[in-house]
């Protein structure tokens, strides 16, 4: 019984290991310091701890793992729609700023 409180724990930790760096996202719109890649590293970890706990039919590993992935998601939409806007900003900024030339 022990065993399975401590999985459950861990279970809670890291489905909920992501959603303060969602919170950051969105409230700051930025993702300047938020690397893609480990985003998507970590999702297919979790997608394949997911189809484990699948194989294994066992409900703390599948939940933990779907709340995981959908918290991932997320944050990688999240990162797609704010570099997007930072990248159009910084076009924007550097067109405005160049100095017109011969006038």
Not at 16 to 43: A, C, N, Y
Not at 79 to 100: F, G, L
Request: charge should be positive.
């Amino acid at each position: 019984m022990i065993w399975k409180l401590f999985g459950v724990f861990a279970a809670v930790l890291t489905m909920f290991g992501f959603v303060p760096q969602v919170i950051k996202m969105s409230r700051t719109k930025s993702v300047h310091d938020v690397s893609v890649i480990s985003l998507v590293q970590f999702l297919v970890g979790v997608s394949c701890w997911m189809v484990y706990g699948i194989h294994l039919n066992d409900p703390i590993i599948i939940v933990a793992n779907a709340v995981t992935w959908l918290t991932l998601v997320a944050a990688l939409t999240l990162h797609q729609v704010y570099s997007r806007r930072e990248k159009e900003a910084r076009r924007v900024e550097r067109e405005t700023d160049t100095p017109d030339i011969g006038k």
